[in-house]
């Protein structure tokens, strides 16, 4: 107090200064709770049905490989713009992704130069073949002199002459043979499900109109083959390619631009 110089102090416990807030709290919280109950219910159902469209765009994202995958997404609900732009951007995306893996396949598969299959290629459909227990041949085929024409004409020309024969062998295969560039000018062509003279009457065919092609002026580009058989209940796959290049080399030590056939 100012004309005393005195100083005046109060004290009350703690427990009643807030007794009167505790009961106000809780008359506050017991009347605010059917409120927060239904807007904490309000708020799980709002989250869970913007969710839901994300949730299954996610699911057809993981199924992406799926053949229907397309006709899954259409059915996906979604009722808002961001889930609608989604539901849109994603089969364009799945789309581009599997043109770029079945593109990388193709070039880890295919020799790049004929379009044929690589030894990688020849590997999946040997290993197709067997898993189907199918018969089928082989014929190996290799540029009679090739060294030759490199030599003389120089590589582009070789490699012009490796397309031609690429081409050649596609046009004289049938749709379901299976023809690889395994090196060079080293060239296999199986043919699965087909009797010994039709064999013999491929591969001869091909090796008569290779002596008739003439690529920029070059002549004699001549062709020595060699055919072996495979049986899934006799033979190992392993064993009919070393054959075949048996064969190969006999055809090129009897004299080339000629077809040998062995059996096991």
Known sequence: MPSSQWKVVTIRITYNTLLSLKGLMLSVLYKTA???????LSIWLLCRLISKPLWHLAQRANDRDHPLVFEKIKRISS??????????????????????????????QTDPMTGLYNRCGLKLAVAALREAQQPFAIIAMDIDHFIK??????????????????????SCSRESDISCRSGGEEFLL??????????????????????AEHVSGIKDITLSLGIAFYHPRQDKSENVFKLADKALYLAKYGGRNRTVMLEQ
């Open 190 to 211: 199986l043919l699965p499900a087909a009797d010994r003279v039709a064999f013999l009457a491929i591969a001869e065919r091909l090796r008569t109109q290779a002596a």
């Open 79 to 108: 009722w808002y713009f961001e889930a609608a732009q989604l539901k849109k951007a994603m089969p364009v995306g799945i789309s581009l992704l599997h043109k770029k893996i079945t593109h990388l396949k193709s070039e880890v």
């Open 149 to 170: 024409i490199n030599d003389t004409w120089g590589h582009d020309m070789g490699d012009e002459v490796i397309k031609r024969l690429g081409q050649l062998i596609q």
């Open 34 to 40: 059917p409120l927060t109950r239904v807007t904490l």
